[in-house]
Nanobody
């Protein structure tokens, strides 16, 4: 079965950096658009970034060049490099895998990112 597992969250100071990883299994990875979303309590989950198997990327408006998404198609991994983190980036970050043809999708369990002094 398909599994999507995030790792790499934690506590970081404002202005710091953090790299999240997402490991996917049970799928033909090249057929999936991989993405990162985030959610804070009481608010809707929002797009952070997505990447296709060919490397096309999309970002949420708030990213403003601070985050980079990449993927390793040979190892079924997706990364989110976050720089210049702000307290408002504090959220649970979720990895998402969406099939590029059927649009079926899967979520990971989420990883907490806290930006605080």
């Amino acid at each position: 079965q398909v599994q999507v597992v995030e790792s790499g969250g934690g506590l970081v100071q404002p202005g710091g950096s953090l790299k999240l990883s997402c490991s996917a299994s049970g799928m033909q990875f090249s057929l999936y658009v991989m993405g990162w979303y985030r959610q804070v309590p009481g608010k809707q989950r929002e797009l952070v970034a997505t990447i296709t198997s060919g490397g096309s990327r999309d970002f949420g408006d708030f990213v403003s060049g601070r985050f980079t998404i990449s993927r390793d198609n040979a190892r079924n991994l997706v990364y989110l490099q976050m720089n210049d983190l702000k307290p408002e980036d504090t959220a649970v970050y979720y990895c998402n895998a969406r099939h590029s043809l059927s649009n079926s999708f899967y979520w990971g369990q989420g990883t907490q990112v806290t930006v605080a002094a």
